[in-house]
């Protein structure tokens, strides 16, 4: 993640108190997003990806976080564990059933916070995710939400090449739509993002 990240975290950290509550932190990735874990009393970290799992172990140790903090491999919907609030860190919009999954972490604990790009974000376009994107907060919406703001973020990249390889792996329509910023150097991509607690 090329955003601010310290401004990202600062956002969910005044959007959501995290102290002292236990958390299943859904698409924990590498570990960008965990520093609210410091203040919290439990981590169940969830990612279905083998390297990030990997990346986030070694995160949480470096960070002396490893006495608070479980990493789960696997699928969310997997997920048995208890606790105070489901928070969704940018992975609601790949989740294949948005509405199963909230139904599922309403199942898990009486919170859920979610964290994904805003409709209409154009770093979501680029990706090729703006229809999933839409469809995640549909579902969330229909869920209920009792307080939700959005803010501005930015995708940084020091030129065409470095956005390319960010995006290699994620094939079609993303390569096709990037294919407008060919040539450019200090390529800034707009990424509002929501951060909604549901009801």
């Known amino acids: 993640m ?36 410091a203040s919290a009393r439990s ?61 599922h972490a309403r199942s898990l604990a009486p919170e859920t916070l979610v964290v994904d790009f805003a409709p209409g974000c154009r770093w979501a376009w680029y990706r090729g995710e703006d229809q999933r994107v839409d469809a995640g907060w549909a579902a969330a919406e229909r869920t209920g939400i009792a307080r939700d703001d959005t803010f501005m973020g930015a995708e940084q990249f020091r030129d065409y090449p470095e956005l390319l390889a960010a995006l290699q792996s994620r094939g079609e329509p993303g390569l096709a739509r990037i294919a407008e910023l060919a040539g450019r150097q200090g390529i800034a991509i707009q990424m509002p993002y929501r951060i909604a607690l549901l009801r």
């Open 2 to 37: 090329a955003t601010d990240v310290r401004a990202l975290l600062d956002n969910i950290q005044s959007a959501y108190d995290f102290r002292d509550k236990s958390v299943i932190h859904v698409g924990a990735r590498g570990g960008e997003l965990m520093g609210y874990a």
């Open 43 to 103: 981590v169940l970290a969830v990612d279905a990806s083998p390297e990030a799992a990997r990346r986030l172990g070694v995160k949480l140790r470096e960070q002396g976080l490893l006495s608070r903090c479980i990493v789960f491999r696997g699928d969310f919907r997997a997920v048995r564990a208890r606790a105070d609030v489901v928070f969704f860190a940018f992975c609601l919009h790949a989740m294949g059933d948005p509405e199963a999954a909230l139904r």
